[in-house]
């Protein structure tokens, strides 16, 4: 079945750095949804991604479909502490409904 | 817009006993919403897909007669774990598409922790 290969798996990093992760698969996918999960809570979604090469940004968040189809990438800019979660990639193939997600990305900004 | 809500936030039961949890789309309507279990530090996992006024479709190696799932309006599904032991405990979320989205983007609830003692 399709999967997503989310990297890294963890990040650790300074207030104020930038962020960068990715989701590759060997499958194209026709949407691209980055979410981010607080202990606790369900994912909320951040970036929807639709055509390939589209480059969206929703504040400080950048996320890109690639050319590809096969892969994504999300960056943050200049991270807060309020950054922290976890961010995952999720794919979906076309006329299907259903998320292939990937592994997750765990963020800890220190102060 | 696109909000998702779920009730109870947590819920702690004996074992052999039955839990509803109710998923609520408040202000969109969804065809299809999704039934989700996440263990610690992983990612989700998808245990069902509903349709509203159809028999959900439940992903292998999931007990359709333990994981009992309704979805009986536009608006609202439920999940009933019946007779729930200690390895039923999880963190259970549900999501739910618009109705007529071209995109079936997935809006997710808060969650509902469930610990069966």
């Known amino acids: 079945g399709q999967q997503l290969n989310q990297s890294p798996q963890s990040m650790f990093i300074q207030e104020g750095e930038d962020v960068s992760m990715n989701c590759t698969s060997s499958?194209?996918?026709?949407?691209w949804l980055w979410y981010k999960q607080e202990p606790g809570e369900g994912p909320v979604l951040l970036i929807a991604?639709?055509?390939?090469?589209e480059l969206t940004s929703n504040g400080r968040l950048t996320a890109q479909f690639g050319i590809t189809r096969k892969d994504s990438f999300l960056n943050i800019s200049a991270s807060i502490p309020s950054d922290v979660g976890i961010y995952f990639c999720?794919?979906?193939?076309?006329?299907?409904?259903?998320?292939?997600f990937g592994q997750g990305t765990r963020l800890t900004i220190n102060p | 817009g696109a909000v998702v809500s779920q009730h109870p936030s947590w819920v702690i039961c004996k074992s052999g006993t039955s839990v509803k949890i109710e998923c609520r789309s408040l202000?969109?309507?969804?065809?299809?919403m999704f039934w989700y279990r996440q263990f610690p530090k992983q990612s989700l996992m998808l245990m069902a897909t509903?349709?509203?006024?159809?028999?959900?479709?439940?992903e292998q190696g999931v007990e359709k007669d333990k994981f009992l799932i309704n979805h009986a309006s536009l608006t609202l599904s439920t999940l009933t774990v019946t007779s729930a032991h200690p390895e039923d405990s999880s963190f259970y979320i549900c999501?739910?598409?618009?109705?007529?989205?071209?995109?079936?983007?997935?809006?997710f609830g808060p969650g509902t922790r469930l610990t069966v003692t």
């Open positions: 202000d969109f309507q969804a065809t299809t």
């Open positions: 991604l639709y055509k390939a090469g």
């Open positions: 999501s739910a598409t618009r109705t007529n989205s071209p995109h079936y983007e997935q809006y």
């Open positions: 499958s194209i996918f026709n949407t």
């Open positions: 509903s349709n509203e006024g159809s028999k959900a479709t439940y």
């Open positions: 999720a794919g979906l193939i076309q006329g299907a409904q259903k998320l292939v």
